[in-house]
């Protein structure tokens, strides 16, 4: 069984930083391609950066393309959220997401079959 689990949420003003962790365990983790999604209060989930097995694809989501930055360390099972600039708007529930045997990035909630609890992410003004 594949367990995700996310860490590194947080309150922070606008314009701060914050690192989102993932550990993924279970199976090989270099065979997962990796996602993060958020979902704000009355929302619907959306895609926010996804990144091949390798960390040699990524793709981001227009709204934080230039901010955030996603990557992975595969000796250590993990795959990480760089988030700088934040603004109110990211404030959201992020979920971290695994798929195993794909290694391009995927865009769409419905390609990953192992997500993650969530961890809360909050932007004050």
């Known amino acids: 069984q594949v367990q995700v689990v996310e860490s590194g949420g947080g309150l922070v003003q606008a314009g701060g930083s914050l690192r989102l962790s993932c550990a993924a365990s279970g199976r090989t983790f270099s065979n997962f391609a990796m996602g993060w999604f958020r979902q704000a209060p009355g929302k619907e989930q959306e895609f926010v950066a996804a990144?091949?097995?390798?960390?040699?694809?990524?793709y981001y989501a227009d709204s934080v393309k230039g901010r955030f930055t996603i990557s992975r360390d595969n000796a250590k099972n993990t795959v990480y959220l760089q988030m700088n600039s934040l603004k109110p708007e990211d404030t959201a529930v992020y979920y971290c997401?695994?798929?195993?045997?794909?290694?391009?990035?995927?865009?769409?909630?419905?390609?990953?079959?192992?997500w993650g609890q969530g961890t809360q992410v909050t932007v004050s003004s």
């Open positions: 997401a695994a798929e195993e045997g794909r290694y391009a990035p995927l865009l769409y909630g419905y390609e990953y079959d192992y």
């Open positions: 990144i091949s097995w390798s960390g040699g694809s990524t």
